[in-house]
């Protein structure tokens, strides 16, 4: 049989063996490392021309209760996606959902981000999978991820209680070939137990992408004959096998993320090292190196174990070499850089409660000291409020929180300011899309995932609905009028009205924009008049400028440059820049 | 056979569809491939790194000094990734200089790396095609002949991912970058 191949992402490989396994109904929020899974359930249902529900909701306990929904109550396999901190949000409904018997099947498909690396802490899933007596899965690489999707699918319809499959980062979004069956004909075997070496010094006990560390690192290093490598994919409930394994060593080091999971269900302190005693870091994502490291000490002078040093020349070579550091920053031309930029501009030392996305990277610009949760921004900003006002004081605070973000956790919060009289300013950055996670339509732009039309649900109307008076809408490129407004909520909020002020600043993503061939064409003349002040550089952030220590000018890289223009308004000597010096004298 | 590779550079330009084609030339010939991917929040102008690892390996990465092909995209990405080269590994760094400088000389020398300086902007550049640096690196590293990156696969493999309408110019692209680094070789 002649089986077609495709290079795809983890993500779209739990989605392709959820299309095999006969899925009919998807939801997802999204959020890194999550967000592909459910546009791959939609790739892999057009190219088989099947008919499968997909969509995304509003926040992931709408997700998780449709397809538990079609699951409990119809026969329906279902799925919904989401990222670890979301599965909090699902979390009420998921704790009392697992007691049901389905009449159908569901997975739950969880991806955690150690590290974290675009998240606000780590968390493991199968820790609460594992505490609520939920089968949690946890595969080892993008072809394992389709296999065990395929198989958790079915089994879940099998034995009719809700499975949960945990992805981390680095396996959703990890390239590789996969296998691409006939819905249906997949067969399984899942690969546990001891996977590589044969000593029985140490045996080591892995999960997820952990296990394939440990493997490459065990064949660089030599170390087969030292030490047997337990491989572990069903976490909770585990397998019998594995305290057989445990007694059959010496010593069993775990190696999993992020939290002790395996090692708290094993037990036996006497034996096991790991996070518990401290040889694997408390916390962080697990990597290559610090796997090598700790094998290098524990099996140091072993048999051929030929233990790693690094060559600290590498180092010191590049002692006296410049090396641009590229923290994060906001795309080239973002409107979430204007935006902040006007903010900032009329209040540099206001409050300002921030929440998560693309536009928490305003700390950068000074427009962002806070982020939480999602949501935190505007109720961070209501408990800020009263703090002041018990005292007496009416100081400006500005929340800022994105389009998609608001949709999610802000109605509440936002109703919350209105009926309890609170005054702040909330600017809520509308640029039509879930950049951060992947360009996923929100509500207001009416699409679905499948790309096509549906009923679109405008933010000013939410905002006036929930009670707000003052609402503006603005262009964040237009940064006079965004400060001038600025200036104005504030003077509203001086007022008898005793509400929230709201501007909604609305442009396009600009990847968004970009892919519309919308790119502003205009060549920005910045460089030529540079007087060197480095204010640009400083205060902007802006990818594309650079600043020449040696020409004592700014420069401009104009592969990434997208001529937004907007650099003019933060440089003293450009028309633009001068005009805003008005703001600055006559302020509130 | 197997190979561990650093694609280094910075975002939007291009960097995850080199190492796309690499995955890709490698499983063409027969190969396991696998690759993972870095890239900060933002999507254009930020550090990206991707690994791509070929052969019998269970995870996409590569621990310090294990690397044997570093693709630098971007010059001060090729400093920021240089602990991953091994000891008589290769590296093709896109840059104007003709130089690196006595102190990172010495060190590449000292620790037998091989490399390339290749003015991939600029190749791009006087075919108009300024955001296709990465095929004239890519050409570059074709010149080697590294199995299975030899100029055919990795020609065909290109034309296989990069959309008609502009294959021919990336393809022209891709052939000076080649022309380059042999003419380089000989040099
Ligand atoms: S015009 Fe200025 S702010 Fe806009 S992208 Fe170019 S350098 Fe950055
Ligand atoms: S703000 Fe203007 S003068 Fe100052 S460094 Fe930037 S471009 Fe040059």
């Known amino acids: 049989?002649?089986?077609?191949?495709?290079?795809?992402?983890?993500?779209?490989?739990?989605?392709?063996?959820?299309?095999?396994?006969?899925?009919?109904?998807?939801?997802?929020?999204?959020?890194?490392?999550?967000?592909?899974?459910?546009?791959?359930?939609?790739?892999?249902?057009?190219?088989?021309?099947?008919?499968?529900?997909?969509?995304?909701?509003?926040?992931?306990?709408?997700?998780?209760?449709?397809?538990?929904?079609?699951?409990?109550?119809?026969?329906?396999?279902?799925?919904?996606?989401?990222?670890?901190?979301?599965?909090?949000?699902?979390?009420?409904?998921?704790?009392?959902?697992?007691?049901?018997?389905?009449?159908?099947?569901?997975?739950?498909?969880?991806?955690?981000?150690?590290?974290?690396?675009?998240?606000q802490t780590e968390q493991d899933t199968r820790l609460l999978a594992a505490l609520f007596g939920i089968p949690v899965f946890d595969p080892a690489s993008p072809d394992e991820a389709a296999d065990v999707a395929y198989y958790a699918l079915n089994w879940s319809f099998k034995n009719k209680v809700p499975v949960i499959i945990r992805s981390t980062h680095r396996v959703s979004h990890a390239r590789q070939s996969i296998n691409l069956y006939k819905p249906g004909e997949r067969t399984v075997t899942l690969k546990e137990g001891v996977c590589a070496g044969q000593g029985t010094k140490l045996g080591i006990i892995a999960s997820g992408m952990s296990y394939s560390l440990v493997h490459d690192v065990i064949e660089e290093i030599g170390a087969a004959d030292e030490v047997s490598l337990y491989k572990v994919l069903r976490v909770y409930p585990h397998s019998e096998d594995l305290a057989r394994f445990v007694g059959s060593m010496e010593k069993v080091l775990v190696v999993e993320e992020t939290d002790m999971v395996i090692e708290a269900l094993i037990g036996n302190r006497e034996k096991v090292m790991g996070r518990g005693d401290g040889t694997v870091p408390s916390s962080g994502e697990i990597?290559?190196?610090?796997?090598?490291?700790?094998?290098?000490?524990?099996?140091?002078?072993?048999?051929?174990?030929?233990?790693?040093?690094?060559?600290?020349?590498?180092?010191?070579?590049?002692?006296?070499?410049?090396?641009?550091?590229?923290?994060?920053?906001?795309?080239?031309?973002?409107?979430?850089?204007?935006?902040?930029?006007?903010?900032?501009?009329?209040?540099p030392d206001a409050i300002y409660p921030g929440d998560i996305g693309c536009y928490t990277l305003g700390i950068s610009q000074g427009a962002v000291d806070t982020c939480l949760d999602m949501g935190a921004g505007v109720t961070f900003a209501e408990g800020f409020y009263d703090a002041f006002y018990q005292d007496g004081k009416l100081v400006p605070i500005l929340a800022s929180v994105g389009d998609s973000t608001f949709l999610h956790a802000c109605l509440a919060p936002l109703y919350d300011a209105v009926r309890n009289r609170k005054r702040f300013i909330l600017v809520i950055m509308d640029n039509?899309?879930?950049?951060?996670?992947?360009?996923?339509?929100?509500?207001?732009?009416?699409?679905?995932?499948?790309?096509?039309?549906?009923?679109?649900?405008?933010?000013?109307?939410?905002?006036?609905?929930?009670?707000v008076k003052y609402l503006r809408i603005v262009d964040p490129y237009d940064v006079p009028l965004a400060i001038s407004t600025i200036k104005d909520a504030f003077h509203y909020l001086e007022g008898d009205d005793m509400l929230p002020a709201v501007i909604i600043t609305r442009r396009e993503c600009l990847l968004l924009a970009k892919g519309k061939g919308k790119d502003t064409a205009y060549p920005v003349r910045l460089v030529e008049d540079c007087i060197g002040c480095k204010s640009c550089f400083n205060t902007f952030g802006c990818p594309a400028i650079s600043f020449d220590p040696e020409a004592k000018k700014i420069g401009i890289d104009d592969s990434i440059c997208t001529n937004c223009g907007i650099c003019y308004y933060a440089c003293p000597v450009q028309p633009e820049g001068k005009e805003l010096k008005k703001f600055k004298q006559g302020r509130a | 056979?197997?190979?561990?590779?650093?694609?280094?550079?910075?975002?939007?330009?291009?960097?995850?569809?080199?190492?796309?084609?690499?995955?890709?030339?490698?499983?063409?010939?027969?190969?396991?491939?696998?690759?993972?991917?870095?890239?900060?929040?933002?999507?254009?102008?930020?550090?990206?790194?991707?690994?791509?690892?070929?052969?019998?390996?269970?995870?996409?990465?590569?621990?310090?000094?294990?690397?044997?092909?570093?693709?630098?995209?971007?010059?001060?990405?090729?400093?920021?990734?240089?602990?991953?080269?091994?000891?008589?590994?290769?590296a093709l760094v896109n840059t104007r200089s003709a130089t690196l400088g006595a102190s990172i000389d010495g060190m590449l020398k000292e620790r037998q790396i091989a490399y390339r300086l290749i003015d991939a902007d600029g190749i791009a550049r006087d075919a108009d095609m300024f955001q296709s640096a990465n095929m004239a690196l890519l050409g570059a590293f074709a010149s080697f002949g590294i199995e299975p990156f030899t100029r055919d696969v990795l020609e065909t493999t290109i034309r296989s991912r990069v959309p008609e309408k502009f294959l021919a110019k990336n393809l022209a692209v891709f052939e000076t970058g080649f022309e380059t680094a042999r003419r380089k070789a000989k040099g």
């Open chain 1, 1 to 119: 049989m002649d089986i077609k191949q495709e290079v795809v992402i983890g993500n779209q490989a739990i989605a392709r063996g959820l299309v095999e396994a006969g899925l009919e109904i998807a939801a997802a929020y999204p959020g890194t490392p999550s967000s592909e899974i459910l546009p791959g359930v939609v790739y892999f249902k057009n190219m088989e021309g099947l008919k499968i529900h997909t969509e995304w909701s509003s926040n992931e306990l709408c997700a998780f209760e449709v397809a538990f929904g079609a699951a409990a109550y119809g026969d329906a396999r279902a799925a919904c996606f989401m990222k670890q901190v979301g599965l909090n949000v699902a979390f009420p409904a998921l704790l009392k959902a697992r007691e049901k018997v389905l009449e159908g099947g569901l997975v739950i498909v969880c991806c955690d981000d150690p590290g974290p690396q675009s998240s």
């Open chain 1, 287 to 347: 990597t290559y190196d610090i796997v090598r490291d700790m094998l290098s000490v524990i099996l140091q002078g072993q048999g051929k174990v030929k233990a790693f040093a690094p060559d600290r020349s590498i180092e010191t070579s590049l002692a006296d070499v410049p090396i641009v550091p590229r923290p994060p920053k906001l795309c080239p031309g973002c409107p979430h850089r204007a935006a902040f930029f006007a903010m900032q501009h009329i209040w």
């Open chain 1, 432 to 467: 039509s899309t879930t950049a951060m996670t992947g360009m996923q339509p929100t509500p207001q732009t009416g699409i679905t995932v499948d790309g096509i039309a549906t009923h679109s649900v405008a933010i000013e109307d939410i905002v006036s609905g929930l009670g």
């Open chain 2, 1 to 90: 056979m197997k190979h561990e590779i650093i694609c280094a550079g910075i975002g939007g330009r291009g960097v995850l569809l080199a190492s796309t084609i690499l995955i890709e030339a490698a499983i063409k010939s027969g190969m396991k491939a696998m690759a993972s991917d870095e890239y900060g929040m933002s999507q254009r102008g930020g550090s990206v790194v991707s690994l791509v690892k070929v052969g019998s390996y269970a995870s996409p990465f590569i621990g310090r000094e294990n690397g044997d092909i570093l693709l630098a995209f971007e010059e001060s990405e090729f400093y920021k990734t240089l602990f991953f080269l091994r000891k008589g590994g290769l």
